[in-house]
């Protein structure tokens, strides 16, 4: 098994493509040439001192919303919550992905994860791609809410196999095997830096082995408006830049609420 939808597999292109871009705004050319080498980026500072707190604030006061709302089958909020879509959709992160991306991004899915201290499940290496209706062209942004290292389960990554494209998979879309592709290495975040990442990438997450340490983590994919969707994905879709020119993705506005950031 490769992906989700094995009908779509002769459609979908799912090998890496590497970035063009030789006068990015936010992100270094160095830092482009590591992401095309490695499938990720160094942490970069995405929240300053001020909108950390905010942002913190906000997952406490909803995340037992966010998880009723998911007791019975996973549905991305950002569409619907107006802090969770001002997060995903703030200037310095689209910045940086419009240096990645291009100028019209999306956002088709979202995840809040909080892991409490001694959790034990965690740990399978997959691909995000496998489980997209798309063709594999999708950052990833994971933001730390809370610092994140090894001792409280932060993602560990598989470099350079994105370049493999979309490989062999369990019905449970981990990787075969992972091993054999290379040698694993964690991805140690502080609290408001963000990690950009390939949806092809391998990386796990593993267990929080601390004691008294929550691991919080907020997940955004994005994709350029130019790559068209199947399968419905683009029911959770928010505009983050520029316009749709094809009209596929039927972007929703930003939720009636309070902004998150001035």
């Not at 879509?85 to 940086?96: A, G, N, P, Q, S």
């Not at 975040?189 to 601390?210: C, E, I, T």
Request: proline share 5%; aromatic share 10%; charged share 25%.
């Amino acid at each position: 098994m490769l992906t989700r939808y094995p009908e779509l597999e002769s459609e979908l292109k799912l090998e890496f493509e590497p970035i063009v871009n030789d006068r990015p705004k936010r992100f270094s050319r160095a830092q482009i040439e590591q992401y095309n080498e490695q499938g990720f980026m160094d942490p970069v500072r995405l929240l300053n001192d001020d909108e950390l707190k905010r942002v913190q604030k906000y997952f406490r006061e909803n995340e037992a919303a966010m998880a009723e709302k998911n007791k019975d089958e996973f549905i991305a909020l950002h569409h619907e919550m107006a802090g969770l879509y001002d997060i995903t959709t703030k200037r310095l992160t689209v910045e940086y992905l419009n240096d990645l991306i291009g100028p019209n991004v999306v956002c088709h899915t979202s995840q809040f994860i909080n892991k409490p201290p001694g959790q034990t499940q965690g740990g399978d290496h997959h691909q995000d791609a496998t489980f997209n209706a798309l063709d594999a062209r999708c950052v990833v942004v994971w933001l730390a809410v809370e610092d994140a290292d090894a001792e409280n389960g932060c993602m560990w990554f598989i470099p350079g196999t994105h370049k493999l494209g979309v490989v062999e998979c369990t019905k449970g879309h981990h990787v075969v095997n992972p091993r054999q592709y290379g040698k694993e290495i964690p991805c140690e975040v502080k609290a408001g830096y963000g990690v950009f990442m390939s949806d092809l990438l391998m990386h796990s997450s593993p267990a929080n082995r601390s004691k008294d340490r929550y691991r919080p983590g907020y997940t955004c994919s994005y994709v350029a408006a130019e790559v068209e969707p199947h399968e419905e994905i683009e029911r959770w879709t928010v505009q983050c830049s520029g316009t749709d020119v094809d009209g596929w993705w039927k972007a929703h506005a930003r939720p009636a609420g309070a902004r998150l950031f001035e």
